[in-house]
C-alpha cells in the first residue's frame, strides 16, 4: 500500500483498549482518524496523542446514541468519506457476570443497543451520506463468546453473536464492501477485568498484539468473513 496518501478511518470505542492500540497502529501508517469514546476526558488524551503522528477527530458520545452516530457519518463525510469503520465500541454488561435466568433485562437492552444497533447504525448513516469509499471495509469486532457456550457471558457473548450474523448478512447483501467480523482473542484490557473481578489477568497479552491482523485486514483485500485477528498477518504473507 502506498502510504504516502492518507486515507480515514472511523475507529469507536478508541479511547483505551484495543481501540486506542488499533488507532495508534493507523496513526504510524499515515491515516487519518475519526475516535469515539463515551468518556471525553479519555478521548481527549488518545486524540492528543494520536495527533503527533496523524490528523484527528475526536468526537464523545454514545454510539448508541442516533444523534452521535449521525455526528460521526457528518464528519467522515466532512473528512471526504472513510475508507474502513471500526466498531470496536462495546460494553459486558454487569459485572460479576450472571447467569441468563439472572440477567437484568434493561440492562441486556442496553448491551444490544451499544453492542449490535450501535455499529449498525453507524453504518447506516454513513450509507445515507455516501460516506465510505467504494472499495473501503467494515471490520466488526466480536469474540469467541459469540460462537462458544460459556457460563456467564449469554449477555455479552449473545450480542456479540447477534453482531456476527449481522456482518455475515451484510456482506452477502453488499458484495462490493468488504465486511469483517473478527475476534481479537482474550486481551489485558480494562474490559477483560471487569469480566473477572478481582483475578489476575497479567497473562493475558496486551491489545497491541491483535493489531497486525486487523491492519493486514483493513489495508489488504481479503475475502469477507470471520477471522481471528492474530491468524490474519502468517495467512496475507502465504496468500
Known amino acids: 500500500m502506498d502510504h504516502s496518501s492518507s486515507k480515514t478511518a472511523i475507529i469507536t470505542g478508541a479511547s483505551r483498549g484495543l481501540g486506542l492500540a488499533l488507532a ?17 476526558v479519555a478521548l481527549e488524551a488518545a486524540r492528543c496523542e494520536l495527533a ?32 474502513a469503520v471500526v466498531n470496536n465500541a462495546s460494553i459486558l454488561g454487569p459485572s460479576p457476570r450472571p447467569v441468563l435466568l439472572d440477567f437484568p433485562l434493561d440492562i441486556l437492552e ?91 489477568i497479567s497473562d493475558r497479552p496486551p491489545p497491541e498484539v491483535s493489531v497486525p491482523g486487523l491492519v493486514a485486514l483493513i489495508e489488504n483485500r481479503l475475502p469477507s468473513g470471520r477471522y481471528a485477528a492474530r491468524d490474519v498477518v502468517p495467512a496475507v504473507a502465504t496468500a
Not at 491515516?31 to 468518556?39: F, S
Not at 452516530?69 to 472513510?82: F, N, Q, S
Open 24 to 40: 495508534r497502529g493507523l496513526a504510524a501508517r499515515r491515516w487519518q482518524l475519526i475516535i469515539d469514546a463515551r468518556d471525553g
Open 52 to 83: 503527533r503522528a496523524a490528523r484527528v477527530v475526536a468526537i464523545a458520545g454514545d454510539i448508541a446514541d442516533p444523534a452521535h452516530r449521525r455526528a460521526l457519518a457528518d464528519a467522515a463525510r466532512d473528512a471526504g468519506r472513510v475508507a
Open 110 to 200: 442496553r448491551v444490544y443497543r451499544v453492542n449490535v444497533i450501535g455499529p449498525l447504525g453507524l453504518v447506516h448513516e454513513l450509507h445515507a451520506r455516501d460516506a465510505l469509499t467504494g472499495d473501503g471495509c467494515i471490520v466488526n469486532i466480536t469474540s469467541d463468546a459469540g460462537v462458544e457456550a460459556y457460563e456467564g457471558w449469554g449477555g455479552y457473548g449473545s450480542s456479540k453473536a447477534a453482531l456476527g450474523q449481522l456482518s455475515a448478512v451484510l456482506a452477502v447483501e453488499n458484495p462490493a464492501i468488504r465486511v469483517y467480523w473478527v475476534d481479537p482473542g482474550d486481551m489485558n484490557t480494562r474490559m477483560h477485568q471487569e469480566a473477572f473481578p478481582g483475578e489476575d
